[in-house]
């Protein structure tokens, strides 16, 4: 079989070069849950990848990163807990032109190993942005959430400080053009007063930045054999005459 790459690889642009790219058509609704340096340094990412925001699909978990995927002009999914990435992921098999976000929190993350798995074995082309709320806190990391997705088989992991701007932009736009799984972990202080300040959380945070990016490794839509066949499900055809499509869609009400 042939394995060269079906699509061609973006070509990857800093921030300073994309600046001219407005961010303005992927701002949607100021939410109250959502961390506000956060969502910028997002919509800046995906004004800098030059994606239109009618090809960009944000699934989200319940609680903070609901509020963040609903302040994105994006086509939007909320999800229950647990199944915001089984969502995106038939979302992108089903449409691999779409740009996948999918915005969980920490406990939804270390319990959907199973599904971040499937994602790794594929290297389904998703960002999962991972909503670590007081996480640098050595008692909250047992689990070490970049590890994580990089055991589950993501082939770009990356750390950033919600309250850096600049920093996270960069970090979000490098997973945005990564071709396969990129996982993202945001270190955030919790909402509230509740937890650690903005100085707590960056002098406790572990090393930040693009941490680890495999881009010799083929995406699923690169190399999956019955994809390459015959092309995204969205775009098959039923084999069905006029009539029996009519027949269909009156039976359906």
Request: hydrophobic share 45%.
């Amino acid at each position: 079989m042939d394995r060269s790459p079906l699509f061609q690889v973006p070509v990857r642009r800093s921030l300073a070069e994309s600046a001219e790219a407005s961010a303005d058509q992927f701002r949607g609704p100021e939410p109250d849950n959502a961390p506000g340096p956060l969502l910028e340094s997002l919509r800046r990412a995906l004004a800098g990848l030059g994606a239109a925001s009618k090809d960009v699909l944000a699934a989200a978990g319940p609680g903070g990163p609901s509020g963040l995927a609903r302040a994105l002009a994006v086509y939007g999914a909320e999800a229950p807990a647990g199944l915001a990435l089984p969502l995106a992921l038939g979302a992108k098999y089903a449409d691999p032109g779409l740009t996948v976000i999918v915005v969980v929190g920490r406990e939804e993350a270390e319990s959907s190993f199973g599904a971040l798995a499937d994602a790794g074995r594929a290297n389904a082309d998703i960002v999962v942005i991972v909503l670590d709320e007081g996480g640098s806190q050595p008692e909250r990391r047992a689990v070490d959430l970049a590890d994580l997705g990089r055991a589950a088989g993501a082939t770009f992991t990356g750390r950033l400080l919600s309250s850096d701007a600049e920093g996270a932009s960069e970090v979000l736009l490098c997973a945005l053009q990564h071709r396969g799984f990129s996982f993202v972990e945001v270190l955030s202080p919790r909402p509230g007063g509740s937890g650690p300040d903005d100085g707590d959380v960056k002098a406790q945070a572990p090393r930040l930045g693009v941490l680890h990016e495999d881009g010799q490794a083929l995406s699923w839509e690169e190399s999956d054999p019955v994809y390459l066949r015959r092309g995204p499900a969205m775009a098959e055809t039923l084999g069905l005459s006029p009539k029996e499509i009519a027949a269909l869609e009156a039976s359906l009400g």
